[in-house]
């Protein structure tokens, strides 16, 4: 089961922590990814980060301000998010999956998901 949290109220320009824990298991061999998904969109892939390797990838929307990280010890990934928009308005899911790399972007290869967490940038 994951556990997102983190989201609340900001000013553009500022920032915020997500994080997403795992409970009754771990992350090991999983890609960990996030999700969000705006008023009146469809849901687009965030970043993604690989447990064992800690390898990502990001969103071009987010790159240069956005930082996925992840705490072996505390079963938790992070989603470190500067220089907010607000545009990056949204519900925010953590998802985990044994995913194929070249799929990561897909929201079919995640198949655990948390309950989201808002996320909402004033301007």
């Known amino acids: 089961q994951l556990q997102a949290s983190g989201g609340g109220l900001v000013q553009a320009g500022g920032s915020l922590r997500l994080s997403c824990a795992a409970s009754?298991?771990?992350?090991?061999?999983?890609?960990v990814a996030w999700f969000r998904r705006a008023p009146g969109k469809e849901r687009e892939f965030v970043t993604c980060?690989?447990?064992?390797?800690?390898?990502?990838a990001y969103a071009d929307s987010v790159k240069g301000r956005f930082t996925v990280s992840r705490d072996i010890a505390k079963n938790t990934v992070y989603l470190q998010m500067n220089s907010l928009k607000p545009e990056d308005t949204a519900v925010y899911f953590c998802a985990a999956g044994v995913t194929n790399w070249g799929r990561r972007l897909s929201a079919d290869e995640y198949n655990h998901w948390g309950q989201g967490t808002q996320v909402t940038v004033s301007s």
């Open positions: 009754g298991g771990t992350f090991a061999t999983y890609t």
């Open positions: 980060i690989t447990w064992n390797y800690g390898t990502t």
